[in-house]
């Protein structure tokens, strides 16, 4: 782990990146240079993090009802629900 990387104690900043990686799954999907960005070597800490998720709020925060529809992110089983998360994508299909 890279020390510091998740404050004073340390901590690998690859634990967390996991994470936002699902949580943030089908809108990087649709965003490539934002998961390249996110996946960088250059990425270490939160605060690389943060400009991403403000450029990810840019590009879905003033979408209208029907720009949102259009977009295959709006697709995933009434988004919002638990079903639309990365962590639940398979959860039905056994």
């Not at 890279?2 to 089908?26: A, C, D, E, M, T």
Request: proline content about 6%.
């Amino acid at each position: 782990p890279l020390p510091g990387s998740l404050g004073k104690v340390g901590g690998s900043f690859n634990v967390v990146r996991g994470h936002l990686f699902k949580i943030l799954y089908r809108y990087l999907e649709e965003n490539h240079d934002l998961r390249e960005r996110m996946a960088s070597k250059r990425t270490t800490s939160i605060a690389h993090v943060l400009p991403i998720l403000d450029e990810l709020r840019t590009r879905y925060g003033d979408l209208s009802p029907t720009e949102w529809e259009g977009r295959p992110s709006s697709r995933r089983e009434e988004c919002g629900s638990p079903k639309s998360s990365w962590y639940r994508r398979h959860r039905d299909a056994a």
